[in-house]
């Protein structure tokens, strides 16, 4: 997903790099994109995160 956003952030630099016309709302789009894309990386951290914890709950239950 990642990977994704950035190519699109890439895709519409050069989009507003090439049409002036755009360029303040494109700038706009890409700094929602960047907020996007660290929302999508803490995401993913806390459910990596969370699925450790799963998975040592689990253990320390099959061990007691």
């Known amino acids: 997903m990642v990977v994704a956003i ?3 952030i890439l ?3 050069t ?3 090439s049409m002036p016309d755009v360029a303040q709302q494109g700038e706009g789009l890409i700094r929602k994109l ?3 894309r660290e929302i999508i990386i803490r995401f ?3 459910m990596a995160e969370l699925n450790l914890r799963t998975i040592k709950f689990n253990h320390s239950k099959a061990i007691s």
Do not use: E
Request: charged share 35%.
């Open 34 to 36: 960047h907020k996007y």
């Open 11 to 13: 895709r519409l630099r």
């Open 44 to 46: 993913n951290n806390a």
């Open 15 to 17: 989009i507003t790099a």
């Open 6 to 8: 950035d190519d699109l």
